[in-house]
């Protein structure tokens, strides 16, 4: 018998398993839909969507690192607007939840971007990014700061009746603290983390191989840290928490689910292997079946520490 | 809507053949998927052996040339040992295993019709312009103009199939050990004059700086120019955006998905330099 995979990740929304594409790395799913069934996958989360569109950082974006990569990409997007006649029509086609992750440079965009998603059809839930380290305004100043975090969370949540997830950064000394803020503002669920930052160097030229400098570091080179942070916010939080952090295969999603989380991403990794999503899903109904396990959520939480 | 995992596209490979062609030039024959057969030139594939923890992320190679086999396709890769993860691909053997997406891209816009083929390739960027030349050939084209130039003599790779392929083959050097001792770019402005505009297509693929000079030389002598560029992905689907290509009107275009092939006109080099 195949096990029971679903999964509950917070205001009442219900994925068919727990397997989810992180933002950023599945363009508009539309980019991955010749190598993907995209109707397998438990909810597809787009690229980061600001009012307006944003052009970017300029290139060099991106860098390979030890285990992973750096990107510096400035959340270029195509703005609602567009995202909204053009991108989302697409994913409406799936019988795949999709998740709209926002950005804002100020707390009324955020509000802006939660009422509008609202009204259109097709739209799931939200993640509110209060973590992107590329962008000079909004984003990581708003996750780094407990309060500033709350007041995101607030005002996105009164402006929305739909599952609000806040998207953390682990650029903080304790991120339980800005967990905490959020959940008591209002969050429905956390997916933790985003990038770490980073920086490279070519010794040649002696130039910065971003021409920002700094980046994100993702790729798993993360995960140990991703999964210690969301191990800590496990168990400083009663909301659902959802893993993020150089997941390749299941054995890596496993990590995250037994020790606390709901659901995973699937980021770097789609890069790097376009089905990763799909194998990742794959691996872990076999696990559950060589384990006799009838329902994931009977190995959501079931790290034992003696 | 999918109803399976791969349905349109394979995502593996496995090395048939691999050849030292030159100092750090290996010449990679990869039995690829039926998919490949529609690979036209300027396209290009994401690469990355399989079983290596290293390199973490594929790398974007243009395709050199491709054959049908009886069981399959062979698709020809020129790899430039630049850093450890070309490295990587140099040191793969007969039967290794690789993850292979493709072909990806937009290709050169082809006018079989037109008097003047015109290729102009630095080094490395040969590469696509050599399989270009292998359609003009085959679509009967009147005239096919190869500059090609490089540092030295033996950096200029596969003269004998271009010799095949092109109506003349003009050579250059940067330490003079063959043809003109100088850039190839000297020799195409010295020739450029000679291009009726309306009959004449220009493709080219090379350095940065000799994209650049390219582009000087055809904003003085408009002729219809192509260029292909080469920039660091991460996925090459369109979805990572870490190839921004900076244009003149001050927007990106992804090399990737827009690209990596574009009119020479719109590409703001001078950004990127």
């Known amino acids: ?17 727990p397997v989810m594409t992180a933002s950023g790395t599945f363009g508009y799913g539309e980019e991955y839909s010749p190598y993907v069934a995209l109707d397998l996958i438990g909810a597809v989360i787009v690229k980061g969507i600001s009012l307006e569109p944003r052009i970017g950082n300029p290139p060099p974006r991106i860098m ?6 750096l990107n510096s990409i400035g959340l270029e997007n195509v703005g609602l607007e567009i995202f909204l006649q053009e991108k989302l029509p697409f994913l409406r086609r799936y019988d795949t939840p999709v998740i709209v992750n926002i950005f804002g440079e100020t707390v009324d965009e955020y509000r802006c971007l939660a009422e509008r998603l609202s009204r259109a059809g097709g739209v799931r ?31 996105v949540r009164e402006a929305t009746d739909l599952p609000v997830i806040v998207k953390l950064s682990p650029n903080v000394t304790d991120v339980t603290v800005i967990a905490s803020a959020v959940e008591k503002a209002g969050a429905d669920a956390l997916s933790l983390i985003n990038t770490l930052r980073g920086m490279s160097v070519d010794v040649e030229k002696r130039v910065p191989h971003l021409r920002t400098v700094t980046g994100g570091l993702s790729g798993p080179a993360v995960r140990p840290i991703a999964l210690r942070m969301v191990w800590e916010v496990v168990q400083t939080v009663s909301v659902p928490v959802i893993g993020i952090g150089g997941i390749m295969e299941a054995g890596d999603a496993l990590q995250f689910l037994i020790a606390g989380a709901c659901a995973v991403q699937v980021g770097t990794a789609s890069f790097t292997n376009p089905c990763a999503a799909i194998e990742v899903l794959e691996g872990i109904e076999a696990y559950l079946e060589r384990h006799r396990i009838e329902d994931i959520n009977n190995l959501i939480g079931s790290l034992n520490i003696s | 809507m999918q109803t399976g995992k791969n349905s349109r596209a394979s995502l593996k490979g496995t090395v048939s053949e691999s050849r030292r062609i030159a100092e750090n030039h290996v010449l990679l024959s990869i039995a690829a998927d039926d998919v490949f057969e529609s690979a036209v030139p300027g396209q290009f594939v994401m690469i990355r052996a399989q079983n290596r923890g290293f390199p973490f ?6 395709i050199y040339g491709l054959r049908r086999t009886k069981r399959n396709v062979a698709i020809e890769l020129l ?25 990806l891209g937009n290709g050169y816009a082809f006018f079989p019709d037109k008097k003047n083929i015109i290729i102009v390739a630095g080094g490395i960027g040969i590469a696509p312009l050599a399989f270009l030349a292998d359609a003009y050939s085959r679509a009967g084209a009147q005239r096919v103009l190869c500059y090609f130039g490089a540092r030295s003599k033996d950096q200029l790779i596969g003269l004998e199939r271009l010799k095949r392929t092109c109506s003349k083959v003009l050579l250059s050097t940067e330490d003079g050990s063959t043809g003109h001792f100088g850039m190839i770019t000297d020799l195409f402005e010295s020739d450029v004059k000679k291009f009726d505009r309306e009959e004449t297509a220009v493709y080219v693929c090379g350095p940065e700086s000799m994209l650049a000079k390219m582009q000087s ?18 996925c090459g689907l369109g979805a990572c955006l870490g190839c921004a290509v900076r244009m003149k009107n001050g927007g990106y275009r992804r090399a990737c998905k827009e690209g990596p092939v574009f009119d020479i006109d719109d590409v703001d080099f001078e950004f990127r330099g």
């Open chain 2, 57 to 62: 992320l594929g790398r974007p190679i243009s």
């Open chain 1, 64 to 69: 390979e690192t030890p285990c992973g990569m």
């Open chain 1, 125 to 155: 839930g939200l993640e509110v990014n209060i973590s992107c380290p590329n962008v000079k305004k909004g984003g990581i100043a708003f996750g780094t700061d407990p309060v500033m975090a709350a007041e995101v969370t607030r005002a």
């Open chain 2, 217 to 234: 030389i055809v904003k003085k002598y408009p002729v219809p120019c192509q260029v292909s560029v080469e920039e660091r992905m991460a």
């Open chain 2, 79 to 103: 790899i430039r040992v630049v850093g450890a993860g070309t490295s990587v691909l140099a040191d793969l053997t007969e039967g290794d295993r690789v993850y292979l997406i493709g072909p």
């Open chain 1, 1 to 17: 018998m195949k096990p029971e995979m679903k999964v509950h990740i917070g205001g009442g929304l219900v994925l068919r398993n």
